[in-house]
């Protein structure tokens, strides 16, 4: 095995030992507050898709969002996963973040059973806004 192996070996092995916590509040709460936070940032929901087996690994549902500040103008899809655990979704959430590098081509949070992600070229002034809304919510 060479060195960086080792070394990415040896940091998993440790976060195993001690377990990792729980990145938010794992609790059931509605989809439409993520919908409301997203419209009280004044982005418009223009489209939605469901997915009633879930896009992400052990995802129980998944819930595609097209915003955008006018639906005329350039869409931004947010991808909302349900789980049925806290350690599902906080892998799930984990994942991601290791599939997207560099920094900056996608962004993930989790907030009670959801993990929400935005991901690709966006429009910045959108990416912003489900930011703040985000931030608002509570969601880390």
């Known amino acids: 095995m060479n060195q960086p192996t080792a070394l990415v070996a040896g940091v998993l092995a440790m976060a195993s030992l001690f377990g ?10 509605p989809i439409a507050d993520i919908e409301g936070a997203l419209r009280s940032r004044g982005l418009a929901i223009c ?8 896009l992400a690994n052990q995802a129980a549902s998944t819930r595609v ?6 639906c005329h103008e350039e869409i931004v899809p947010v991808v909302v996963d349900r ?11 984990r994942n991601f973040e290791s599939l997207n590098r560099p920094r900056g081509d996608g962004v ?9 992600s935005a991901f690709g070229p966006r429009d910045d002034q959108v ?3 489900v930011t703040d809304a985000m931030d608002r919510l509570g969601a880390t």
């Open 20 to 29: 990792c916590q729980s990145r938010a509040e794992f609790d059931v709460r």
């Open 65 to 70: 969002l097209n915003v955008a500040i006018d």
């Open 83 to 93: 789980f049925r655990h806290a350690r599902d979704r906080d892998a799930a959430a």
């Open 127 to 129: 990416i912003d806004r």
């Open 47 to 54: 489209a939605t898709s469901d997915n009633s087996k879930g």
């Open 108 to 116: 993930v949070w989790t907030w009670a059973q959801f993990t929400i």
